[in-house]
């Protein structure tokens, strides 16, 4: 379920959005990482492979990496070439580090080994972003500003998110610098001129690595779900800046919608994903008072989730598409909110799940998606 070191390595890398990312892998990992994508925008498709084959397994694939080097220098115009080497040429030995020496090209490049049995996706994200902290350089500080971590371009409601964690710093009085990893790499770069790093569930290598190069303190905070959430997210920034902003939300919504909320009151229901789930399950339980009867993520055994889901009385289930199977089986409905999700499309950037507004979406889409779910009237 993790989908390891190189899916991690692949999604922090393509998040540098002026860059390309160019896979040495056989021709369905590339597909494989590259799919998630075009639920939320299928124009920014900017990675290659150099797809390898049975000759290339057997006889090496440097050839074909050196010949990918030159055609992808030529056919696009990028500042930064990075190359992720996944399993087949970890497994027969390819000397990365000497192809990409041994070529001359206008784009920079960079590489890292990222072949999937050697971790987890998390470490091929932190381990990607340390590789390409190489191009960072000392800035100005700019007062009250912070950047966010943790990112990757293919969540779900990703655009939408960051679009309503701007504005609600903004209100507070906080700017945002670069939004790691969806970002360009001139606004990487520049990331140490912010005041403070703040990290959401991945990317706190890069943090600490920034504090000892750079000096700059980070913050590691929850994903901001729900009113609660938010108003301690915001808050704890601020005050962190030494700004003390007084967060404030509106409840009317809320109020419309009372009777639905007073019917769902004490529903159970279970929550997986990654670094997202907990957030979203003290979102459920804290703020809408649903009793979250399992709580998983990316790093627990999958199967014992499922066999927990079937042992008790969950009658929603919230996590990705993959958990569309046991849904099904259940009879129950489905809330996708955390990577991956590949069938549903993710494309209105005023629809966050984060934040005041995104409280407002979520709780909208919960009640709805229950309200239309057929076996729910079984």
Same mark, same amino acid.
Request: glycine share 10%; aromatic share 10%; charged share 25%.
């Given at each position: 379920?993790?989908?390891?070191?190189?899916?991690?390595?692949?999604?922090?890398?393509?998040?540098?959005?002026?860059?390309?990312?160019?896979?040495? !892998?056989?021709?369905?990992?590339?597909? +494989?990482?590259?799919?998630?994508?075009?639920?939320?925008?299928?124009?920014?498709?900017?990675?290659?492979?150099?797809?390898?084959?049975?000759?290339?397994?057997?006889?090496?694939?440097?050839?074909?990496?050196?010949?990918?080097?030159?055609?992808?220098?030529?056919?696009? @115009?990028?500042?930064?070439?990075?190359?992720? #080497?996944?399993?087949?040429?970890?497994?027969?030995?390819?000397?990365?580090?000497?192809?990409?020496?041994?070529?001359?090209?206008?784009?920079?490049?960079?590489?890292?080994?990222?072949?999937?049995?050697?971790?987890?996706?998390? @470490?091929?994200?932190?381990? #990607?972003?340390?590789?390409?902290?190489?191009?960072?350089?000392?800035?100005?500080?700019?007062?009250?500003?912070?950047?966010?971590?943790?990112?990757?371009?293919?969540?779900?409601?990703? @655009?939408?998110?960051?679009?309503?964690?701007?504005?609600?710093?903004?209100?507070?009085?906080?700017?945002?610098?670069? !939004?790691?990893?969806?970002?360009?790499?001139?606004?990487?770069?520049? #990331?140490?001129?912010?005041?403070?790093?703040?990290?959401?569930?991945?990317?706190?290598?890069?943090?600490?690595?920034?504090?000892?190069?750079?000096?700059?303190?980070?913050?590691?905070?929850?994903?901001?779900?729900?009113?609660?959430?938010?108003?301690?997210?915001?808050?704890?920034?601020?005050?962190?800046?030494?700004?003390?902003?007084?967060?404030?939300?509106?409840?009317?919504?809320?109020?419309?919608?009372?009777?639905?909320?007073?019917?769902? %009151?004490?529903?159970?229901?279970?929550?997986? +994903?990654?670094?997202?789930?907990?957030?979203? #399950?003290?979102?459920?339980?804290?703020?809408?008072?649903?009793?979250?009867?399992?709580?998983?993520?990316?790093?627990?055994?999958?199967?014992?989730?499922?066999?927990?889901?079937?042992?008790?009385?969950?009658?929603?289930?919230?996590?990705?598409?993959?958990?569309?199977?046991?849904?099904?089986?259940?009879?129950?409905?489905?809330?996708?909110?955390?990577?991956?999700?590949?069938?549903?499309?993710?494309?209105?950037?005023?629809?966050? %799940?984060?934040?005041?507004?995104?409280?407002?979406?979520?709780?909208?889409?919960?009640?709805?998606?229950?309200?239309?779910?057929?076996?729910?009237?079984?």
């Amino acid at each position: 379920m993790d989908g390891g070191k190189f899916f991690g390595a692949f999604r922090a890398s393509s998040g540098i959005t002026d860059a390309v990312v160019l896979n040495h !892998v056989p021709v369905g990992c590339n597909w +494989g990482a590259g799919i998630f994508k075009t639920t939320s925008n299928q124009f920014d498709m900017r990675h290659a492979c150099t797809v390898m084959h049975e000759r290339e397994i057997v006889f090496g694939g440097e050839d074909a990496l050196r010949e990918a080097l030159i055609r992808a220098d030529e056919l696009y @115009d990028t500042p930064l070439l990075l190359v992720i #080497a996944g399993d087949a040429p970890s497994i027969i030995g390819d000397d990365v580090e000497a192809v990409v020496d041994s070529v001359t090209l206008d784009s920079e490049v960079m590489w890292m080994e990222a072949a999937g049995f050697k971790g987890s996706a998390m @470490d091929g994200y932190e381990e #990607a972003l340390l590789c390409i902290a190489g191009l960072m350089k000392e800035s100005e500080t700019i007062q009250d500003s912070v950047n966010l971590i943790g990112f990757s371009p293919d969540d779900f409601k990703v @655009d939408a998110d960051v679009k309503e964690i701007r504005r609600l710093l903004s209100d507070a009085g906080v700017e945002v610098n670069t !939004v790691i990893s969806k970002c360009s790499l001139e606004e990487f770069r520049r #990331a140490p001129a912010a005041e403070l790093n703040v990290v959401l569930g991945q990317g706190t290598k890069l943090c600490e690595q920034m504090k000892k190069e750079f000096g700059l303190p980070y913050l590691k905070m929850d994903y901001p779900y729900g009113l609660d959430g938010t108003s301690h997210f915001v808050g704890a920034i601020s005050d962190e800046l030494g700004i003390g902003h007084e967060p404030e939300f509106d409840i009317e919504p809320f109020k419309r919608i009372y009777l639905y909320l007073h019917e769902l %009151y004490g529903t159970p229901v279970s929550v997986i +994903g990654d670094f997202h789930a907990e957030a979203m #399950a003290n979102f459920l339980d804290g703020e809408l008072g649903f009793n979250v009867e399992v709580l998983s993520g990316n790093e627990d055994d999958y199967f014992e989730f499922e066999e927990d889901v079937r042992n008790s009385n969950t009658t929603i289930l919230f996590g990705s598409s993959f958990e569309q199977g046991i849904a099904e089986t259940l009879d129950i409905p489905l809330i996708r909110f955390c990577y991956p999700v590949f069938d549903n499309v993710s494309v209105y950037d005023c629809a966050p %799940y984060a934040g005041y507004r995104g409280a407002v979406c979520l709780t909208e889409a919960i009640i709805n998606t229950v309200m239309s779910y057929g076996g729910m009237n079984k």
